[in-house]
């Protein structure tokens, strides 16, 4: 009977001994399905990283070539209020050196419902075949009394 009991004893300390053992175990690393959530989630946030990213950067071009252009219309409407002449109704192109690129420039003066005022409408553009501006500025010039 004491032989029996031992052995009762022994199977139910190995019993307990590996339950012991499995959550060791288990609490020792991470699953397969852990890490690759894991994977996913760090994947989702560096693809939107990249993707912000690449906006500022496209942006940033942008900015400076808007920037750019603005500084070239404004010099040409400067050019205008500095000529003390008065301007013709006509259209006309030219280009100018500003930042290491040339800027191709259109002025345009249009008559106003006013006699003695004209619009000059100065539009700037990175290539003289493109279709849209970049940059468009507008002054009004009045006709000098002498």
């Given at each position: 009977?004491?032989?029996?009991?031992?052995?009762?004893?022994?199977k139910a300390n190995i019993l307990q001994q590996q339950n012991v053992n499995k959550s060791k175990t288990r609490s020792l690393g991470f699953t397969l399905i852990e890490v690759m959530l894991a994977l996913a989630v760090f994947s989702i946030a560096g693809i939107a990283l990249l993707s912000t990213a690449s906006n500022n950067a496209r942006n940033m071009g942008y900015l400076e070539t808007k920037m750019f252009a603005d500084w070239v219309a404004s010099n040409q409407l400067v050019a205008v209020n500095l000529?003390?002449?008065?301007?013709?109704?006509?259209?006309?192109?030219?280009?100018?050196?500003l930042a290491g690129r040339t800027?191709?420039?259109?002025k345009k003066v249009i008559k106003t419902t006013d006699n003695d005022m004209r619009s000059?409408?100065?539009?700037?553009?990175?290539?003289?075949?493109?279709?849209?501006?970049?940059?468009?500025?507008?002054?009004?010039?009045s006709k000098v009394e002498s």
């Open positions: 009977m004491i032989k029996s009991l031992n052995i009762k004893n022994t000529d003390k002449t008065w301007p013709p109704k006509n259209n006309v192109k030219g280009e100018v050196k800027w191709y420039w259109h000059v409408v100065i539009e700037i553009r990175k290539d003289p075949d493109d279709e849209l501006a970049v940059s468009s500025l507008t002054t009004f010039v």
